[in-house]
């Protein structure tokens, strides 16, 4: 089975910063594409950052500038740097993995991140 463990959220003041991380394991030996997702409450679920095989990324455009991501493929660890963090950013975060011969999506348990004086 495939898990993907999250660590890196917790309470921070506006324009501070954290450091997400997302390891996969597991019975998955391909993975395509590792990113991360947010969502607030009674909010929808958005792209934060992905980034593909080979290194190519692309960000929501509520973050550019002040996300970056970026993983190392021989631990299938996906990373989320976040500076200049808002009130708005508060979210739940999600990893997310594309992998496997089918293309499947797994998903982390989701990590808190709060932005608030």
């Known amino acids: 089975q495939v898990q993907l463990v999250e660590s890196g959220g917790g309470l921070v003041q506006p324009g501070g910063s954290l450091r997400l991380s997302c390891k996969a394991s597991g019975s998955i030996f391909s993975i395509y594409i590792m990113g991360w997702y947010r969502q607030a409450p009674g909010k929808q679920r958005e792209m934060v950052a992905r980034i593909m095989s080979g290194g190519i990324t692309n960000y929501a455009d509520s973050v550019k500038g002040r996300f970056t991501i970026s993983r190392e493929n021989a631990n299938n660890t996906v990373y989320l740097q976040m500076n200049s963090l808002k009130p708005e950013d508060t979210a739940v975060y999600y990893c997310?993995?594309?992998?496997?011969?089918?293309?499947?999506?797994?998903w982390g348990q989701g990590t808190q991140v709060t932005v608030s004086s």
């Open positions: 997310n993995v594309v992998g496997g011969v089918i293309w499947r999506d797994y």
